[in-house]
C-alpha cells in the first residue's frame, strides 16, 4: 500500500514536473519567435538563428507531453526555415490533435504549394471522395461515435417494431441501418488502412523510388521524387520501404529517405 502510494506520488512530480519545464520551453520558444519576426525586417541571418532556437524549444517542449497546438507553432516555425518536409509532417502531426482547425489546414496547403513534386490524384478518387463525403471530411473518432450511436438507434427501432410497425418506424429503421453501414464501412476502412498503410513524408532533398528493395534494382520512374512530397507505406522489408505516390505509382525507398506521421 505505501509502495502504491510512492509510486503515485512520484509520478504526479514527474507530471508536474514535465509541465513546468514545457512551460518554461514554450515560453523560450515563443520569445524566440517574436524576436525573429522584428529582426527579419533588418537582418535575416538572426531571424533565421532565432527561428532554429524557436523550433529546438517547441521540440524540447514536445518531449515533455504531445500537444496539437505545439505541433502547429512547430509546423510554422520549420515553415519560416523553409523546411517543407518538417513543416508538412509537424502540420500533419497537429491534425491528429485540431482535426478541424481551418488555419492550420491553409498553412498545410501553403507549404505544399511550395513543394517541387505536385501529382494529381486519378479523377476517380475526386469523385469517390464527392460521393462519400463523410469518410474524407469527418474525423475517425467522429465516425466511430456515429457508427456506435446509429448502430444502438437502429437495434432500438428494431425492437419497437415487434411491437408496433407504423410506416414512420420503419423507414427510420431503414434509414438508421443506411447510417449504420456508411459510418461502419468509413470505420473499417480506416481500421484497415491504420493497421496496413501508414502516410510519410519525404525528408531527404531527392530520393530514387526503385522496382525492388535494393539499389541494385532498376529506378521506378524516369525521375526521382522530393523533398515534401507525402507517400504511403505498403509495406516494409527489412531497411526498405515500398511506398505509394498520390497519383498510386508505387515503388522502394530506403526508411531513411522518410519519416512516418
Partial sequence: MIRSILVILLCLAASITDASLA???LHQAYNNGRDALEAAQTSPDDARELWKASQIRYE???ACYENGQIYYNLGNTYAQLDDIPHAILNYHRA???LPHNRQLQANLQYVRSKRQDHF??????GVLQTLCFWHYDLTFHFRLWAAILLNASFWAAALALLWRRPTWLKATAIVLLLGTLAFGGSVL?????????HPAVIMVPEAQPRIGDGNSYAPAFDTPIHAGTEVT???RRGDWLEIELPNHFT???????LEAL
Avoid: M, V
Fill in 23 to 25: 512551460e518554461k520551453f
Fill in 60 to 62: 524540447d517542449a514536445l
Fill in 95 to 97: 491534425q491528429y490533435f
Fill in 120 to 125: 494529381e490524384e486519378p479523377e476517380a478518387s
Fill in 189 to 197: 476502412t480506416s481500421a484497415y488502412s491504420f493497421r496496413h498503410a
Fill in 233 to 235: 507505406i505498403l509495406r
Fill in 251 to 257: 515503388g522502394w525507398l530506403p526508411n531513411k529517405d
